[in-house]
Structure formats: structure tokens, C-alpha cells
């Protein structure tokens, strides 16, 4: 851009004081100066240096979307930006916004376009005093991308911060999932205590069919492809935009899927409809995750120290332990290959060791 500008130099405090003048993006004129140089001779490299930097300004302030980029505070910018989620995400997807923002509560008054790297590292340093892992912080860094790159979208598209950390935290603290063998998963499936609750059926389908517990409520009776022994996932009960339970959208495209079943499954369904009354929205499990979390998770703590989501982590590794390409085990679980591979490669590990002990037998 050609800036109107003009440098005058006068004495000043001992050595040579230079003034530029420049019109700005509204026509006015404004000053900088800079002072302490011996000569004239001196001060002109600096004084294009100062006039670049003036010109790269205004053409940046050309550039500004909102003219509040220079006065909205963090929390002010999280609040629009939760709002604005509720219209495009999941429920759950804007509470994990919630969530992440909430760790970041000691730049809440500052500037957004004032933040640097070292507002963010004292929010990590906070984080690592409350003993949060690194994947967990990670995941909080990924969130507030979302909300600098909406900032930029919306308010200064010139903005920058630099979010790469190398985290050092101890993460040996991760709680790990479990897997039951296949002995205790039976001897939990036929356990008094869980065979007696309502909830079983949940239990059951996690534990036989690998299925997400939302995914297991949402399951009706004409997901149930009889003839091709396969059930149908395609919905999943969870909240709603209005904080209300209904049936939904599934987690990822990946988890739209068909998922092969067994007789025994088959003749297992066929008793549990018999001996209870068909809902009217045609659920097969009729019930919400506060029930699961509240009644069966305890049930399953109790005599097998796992959650219901675990039962579903079981059946994935056992499909593992059996030799099924991790391709197949991706599809079926509902996850991308990639997943499968980083969640559940202990498990080829753990079979290479074995194979490793037979060799050491045989040969």
C-alpha cells in the first residue's frame, strides 16, 4: 500500500531526534518518533524499519472484521462462541466446549487480541498442579483452537497464537481400560445380581455386540435383521438441543454400521421380547444413560470392577485375541482404522508375547 508519509529530525536531548508523520486508514494524521542517534545517516534504516511496520498496521486494520477485536475479553468471546455452537453442534460436543473453557478461567478479563503464548503455558501450569494428564490438556488446547480460529473468523482474521506444547507431565497416572476374559465376562453374564436387574439387557448387548451404551438405547426392534443375523445401527437416545432425551444422529460417520450377531444373541432377544411389554417408541431398552450410570454401573463395579462401557472394550479385544484384522474389528466396533490400531494395539502385543512363549517351547 503507498503510505502518505513525511520524516522531519531535530535536536533532541544531546543527538537526533526522527519524527515520522502519516496519515492513517481514517485520513488523520499521527506521529512516531524514536530519538537517540548521532547523526541523520543513523537513523534512517531504523526510520523505514518504523515505517514498514506502519504500513503493515493499517493494512492489517484494513483488514479487521468486527471492530471489537481490540476490546473483547476471553470470557466475553467464549460465551458468543458457546452461543453460536448450540446452533451447529451436539449437546454433548458444546459441554466439552464448556468443559475446556472453564480450565482457562485465569485469562477470562484479558484481551483476546492482547493473549500470548504465556497466558496459555500459566493455564497448562495450573492444569498440571491439579494432576489433569497430557492427553486430557491436549484435548483442551485442540478446543480452544476451535474458539482463536472462530475469533479470527469473526473479529481479527490477523491474529495469531502459537498453541504447540511439549507437555512433561508424568502421564503414568492414566487410568486404563480393562478387559475381561472371557471366563469372568461369562461368570459376570451369569451373576444373580445382574441377571435380576432391569437393566441387564444393556449389559448383555455391550458385552455381546460391542455396542456404545447410547447406541444400545436407541436400538428399536426393526434394527433387528433377523434373516441376515446383523443389527442395524443407525441412531443412538441422547439429549437434544432442548436438554432433552430423543433419538439422534450416531457419534461419527464410522458408527453407521452393521454389526454381525450370533444365534445365541438372536434367541436371547427373542426371550427378552416375549417376557417384556414392546415400548411405544419401539425401544428395545427403554431407559436413559442417568439410569445406566445411576443402577447398572454400580451392579457392574461390584462384582467385575468395570463399567458398561468396558464391557464393550471387552468384546472389541476379544475379536482382536481371535485374529480378526484390525479392518474388520474398525468396522464392526464403529471406529476408523486408525483408532482401532492406537487404542487396541496392546492386544497384537500381548498375542506376539504368547506366540513368542509357544515358539520358545517348540522349536
Not at 116 to 127: L, S, V
Not at 179 to 194: H, I, W, Y
Not at 204 to 219: H, I, N, P, T
Not at 245 to 261: A, C, D
Request: charged share 30%; with cysteine; proline share 2%.
Amino acid at each position: 500500500m503507498e503510505l502518505e508519509y513525511n520524516v522531519t529530525y531535530r535536536q533532541k536531548d544531546k543527538g537526533i531526534q526522527a519524527i515520522i508523520s502519516y496519515k492513517d486508514n481514517t485520513g488523520k494524521w499521527k506521529q512516531k518518533s524514536k530519538q537517540g542517534f548521532k547523526t541523520q545517516r543513523e537513523a534512517k534504516p531504523v526510520v523505514m524499519q518504523i515505517v514498514n511496520q506502519i504500513k503493515e498496521d493499517l493494512l492489517n486494520e484494513n483488514t479487521i472484521i468486527n471492530a471489537d477485536y481490540k476490546y473483547i475479553t476471553f470470557k466475553e468471546l467464549a460465551d458468543n462462541f458457546i452461543e453460536h455452537s448450540k446452533l451447529y453442534r451436539e449437546p454433548a460436543t458444546v459441554r466439552s466446549y464448556k468443559n475446556a473453557f472453564a480450565k482457562f478461567q485465569l485469562i477470562n478479563d484479558i484481551k483476546v487480541h492482547e493473549l500470548k503464548k504465556i497466558n496459555i503455558t500459566k493455564c497448562i501450569d495450573e492444569m498440571l498442579k491439579q494432576n489433569i494428564l497430557n492427553d486430557t490438556i491436549l484435548t483442551y488446547l485442540k478446543r480452544i483452537k476451535l474458539f482463536f480460529d472462530y475469533y479470527k473468523e469473526n473479529y481479527d482474521p490477523n491474529f495469531t497464537i502459537d498453541l504447540t506444547f511439549k507437555l512433561t507431565h508424568d502421564k503414568g497416572t492414566a487410568v486404563k481400560k480393562k478387559a475381561l476374559t472371557n471366563e469372568k465376562l461369562n461368570s459376570l453374564l451369569n451373576s444373580k445380581k445382574l441377571l435380576k436387574s432391569k437393566y441387564y439387557i444393556v449389559a448383555y448387548m455391550s458385552a455381546k455386540c460391542g455396542l456404545r451404551c447410547s447406541e444400545v438405547l436407541g436400538l428399536t426392534w426393526d434394527d433387528i435383521d433377523r434373516k441376515n443375523l446383523v443389527i442395524k445401527i443407525n441412531k443412538q437416545w441422547k439429549k437434544n438441543k432442548d436438554n432433552q432425551f430423543n433419538f439422534g444422529t450416531l457419534k461419527s460417520k464410522n458408527s453407521y454400521r452393521e454389526v454381525p450377531i450370533s444365534p445365541n444373541v438372536l434367541k436371547f432377544l427373542d426371550k427378552y421380547k416375549q417376557k417384556n411389554p414392546i415400548h411405544l417408541n419401539e425401544r428395545i431398552a427403554p431407559f436413559s444413560y442417568d439410569c445406566i450410570n445411576t443402577y447398572l454401573n454400580p451392579i457392574l463395579r461390584d462384582l467385575a470392577d468395570i463399567s458398561i462401557h468396558e464391557l464393550r472394550h471387552t468384546y472389541i479385544t476379544m475379536l482382536i485375541s481371535k485374529g480378526i484384522d484390525f479392518k474388520t474389528v474398525a468396522r464392526i466396533a464403529g471406529h476408523d482404522v486408525k483408532q482401532t490400531l492406537s487404542t487396541y494395539s496392546h492386544v497384537t502385543d500381548d498375542m506376539m508375547k504368547s506366540a513368542h512363549d509357544i515358539i520358545s517351547q517348540i522349536l
